[in-house]
């Protein structure tokens, strides 16, 4: 008589889903009798997988409306236990129908790195499909040795059952009913695993996708603190994130995007922090959008979730630090991470988010202070320099005591506004020449550019030089701006007070001023007010706008999320 090598024929039969005591090794004593004997067995077998096929058939005409006989339906049920429903797009029970189906729906054979491997385990057929280069290679050697040890009487009785909980030694495998669902498994990287004669088809976890190292990010460089980086693997995202935030709290929600692109989108909050009305809001956002594909990832998403329309500032912060990350939400805020991407959003954002910068709160507090205000004056003189420059030289009565010097001794060949828009279009052609440009070759072209519109333009008398000492102090201000597209949009801002001035002087200035700040104070992130704590006035805000507080100082968290638990400092237990 066979011996069961794995116990798992009894523990089926038993309902139990305990440990397994035995060990791999197989007694060879009854099976190395005659060959005899195994034949007949095998022949058992096959006859055994063929009545649970038929069976199986019975039951999934029985479920799509199909008049199955009485011995049919008393057949036994699916390999997870459950009783027979009707399923949509079920999974055919023969290996060449899935393999046909395979064709027509995923590309199989069409595809190179599409791979169905198939194989025998006892006296049954399995096949693994994978994309050749997302799964892991060694995971699934590893899993196909230990299959190659099962007998027929551990693949006897409900073989889904039998891989799942017993025979593949893997920390991650789900069940699944459909093919559309086992298809998306693999095109996202797992290995679908198909067994013959079973309505329900595997899914390994064993994902081996393309990713750099955590480096520190070129945009949020500090002096003294981490250098690592989010990345565009998601789940090493989340793993950067909860390193810094062991709260059994923290939750990870996951969620695909787009029809056919299918991305991955995790929302991250503290359950006991975060409002939950906030959490709803974004989550609902997120899974109503209809695209057929977000291939750039969190950009696409922020358009679709924040309705902007030609709003050129940003209501969402962008971070690739993960101690930012973590630092707001221990706030209250949430925080959106897409794969294929390492910059994740921040909600709500107010437009002072998007002045903080690390490095402050990687010095003493007066130092972070300091440089805090030193942000401050450079991104205020990105903005008001050039136009109260430009506002003195139209009118000369407006200089103060003393400054008499201001304005250009000789204006020049062309117009001053037109000096302006050309030095200004010129350095944006530079920003992104630079991008563009190979390493060896940067510092080449930053010569290139020192020499040309530096020196011969000033020579041959197209610009002058105050205009290019002035507004090279306004993009040296620009760049000092933490956050990219705030400092993009404050350099229209800036076109748009330079065009007031041109037309209007004084009036105009004001009165563009004036509608600019009107601006800002009705926009309003995810019902949050993009100026608090300005608008609406807030001082325990203000105060941690203008200043970098010490740590024991900040004893509550700040009113603008909302957040169920308000305390910084939980008293002692």
């Known amino acids: 008589m066979e011996e069961d090598a794995f116990g798992i024929k009894k523990l089926l039969r038993d309902g139990n889903k305990g440990p397994i005591q035995a060990s791999f090794s197989r007694k060879r004593s009854a099976s190395d009798q005659g060959g005899g004997e195994q034949r007949a067995n095998a022949e058992d077998h096959s006859a055994a997988a063929d009545v649970r096929r ?13 008049k199955g006989d009485k011995q049919g339906q008393k057949g036994k049920g699916p390999s997870n236990g459950d009783e027979s429903k009707p399923v949509d797009d079920p999974i055919p029970l023969s290996m060449q129908e ?37 799964a892991k290679d060694q995971v699934l050697t590893m899993v196909l040795d230990r299959l190659s040890y099962a007998d027929h009487a551990a693949m006897e009785q409900n073989p889904a059952e ?36 079973e309505k329900t088809a595997l899914a390994i976890d064993a994902k081996n996708f393309p990713v750099r190292s955590t480096e520190e990010p070129d945009l949020e460089r500090v002096v003294r603190g981490s250098r690592d980086g989010f990345v565009e693997t998601l789940m090493t995202n989340v793993a950067l994130v909860r390193r810094r935030v062991r709260d059994p709290k923290l939750r990870a929600e996951i969620m695909q995007v787009g029809k056919r692109t299918s991305t991955d989108i995790c929302i991250g909050y503290i359950e006991d922090i975060a409002n939950p009305k906030l959490v709803e809001a974004i989550r609902d956002k997120v ?12 950009k696409q998403l922020e358009e679709a979730i924040v309705a902007k329309g030609w709003n050129p500032y940003p209501l ?5 630090r993960p101690d930012v990350a973590a630092a707001h939400l221990l706030e209250g805020h949430v925080i959106l991470m897409s794969d294929t991407s390492p910059s994740v959003m ?41 136009p109260l420059w430009y506002l003195m030289v139209l009118e000369p009565g407006l200089k103060p005591t003393g400054l008499e010097f201001i ?53 041959t008398g197209l610009f002058t030089n105050e205009i290019i000492f002035y507004i090279s102090i306004a993009t040296i201000g620009m760049f000092a701006t933490p956050s990219y597209e705030l400092s993009l949009a404050n350099r229209i801002v800036r076109l748009i007070l330079l065009f007031s001035v041109a037309l209007f002087k004084v009036p105009g200035l004001v009165i563009a001023t004036t509608v600019w700040l009107m601006f800002l104070s009705l926009q309003r992130s995810h019902t949050a007010p993009y100026m608090w704590p300005f608008l609406p006035f807030n001082a325990m805000g203000l105060m941690n706008i203008l200043f970098r507080l010490p740590v024991l100082k900040n004893k509550t968290r700040l009113s603008i999320t909302r957040s169920k638990d308000g305390t910084r400092q939980p008293a002692p237990e």
Not at 54 to 66: D, H, L, N
Not at 407 to 420: N, R, S, Y
Not at 427 to 455: C, F
């Open 287 to 298: 899974k109503s959008v209809e695209l057929d594909g977000i291939p750039l990832a969190e």
């Open 407 to 459: 304005g250009p001794q000789h204006p020049g060949q062309i117009p001053v506004l037109i000096q302006f828009l050309l030095a200004e279009l010129g350095i944006d052609l530079m920003r992104m020449a630079s991008v563009h440009t190979p390493t060896p070759l940067s510092v080449a072209m930053g010569l290139v550019a020192a020499i040309l519109i530096g020196d011969i333009a000033v020579k």
């Open 346 to 386: 921040i909600m709500p954002s107010t437009f002072f988010h998007h002045l903080q910068h690390a490095e402050e709160y990687r010095q003493l507090p007066i130092i972070g202070s300091y440089l805090r205000w030193v942000r401050f004056l450079g991104i205020l003189a990105s903005l008001f320099l050039l």
């Open 54 to 66: 038929s069976e199986s058939t019975g039951q999934q005409k029985q479920a799509s409306g199909g």
């Open 98 to 134: 899935v393999k046909d189906m395979l064709e027509e729906r995923s590309g199989l054979g069409t595809s190179f790195d599409l791979v169905l491997r198939e194989m025998v385990f006892g006296s049954i057929r399995v096949g693994f499909y994978y994309v050749n280069g997302l």
């Open 162 to 197: 039998s891989l799942k909980e017993y025979l593949i030694p893997h920390i991650q495998v789900s069940p699944y009913q459909t093919m559309k669902e086992v298809i998306g498994q693999v095109m996202a990287g797992a290995t679908g695993v198909f067994i013959e004669g």
């Open 316 to 320: 969402v912060r962008y971070t690739e």
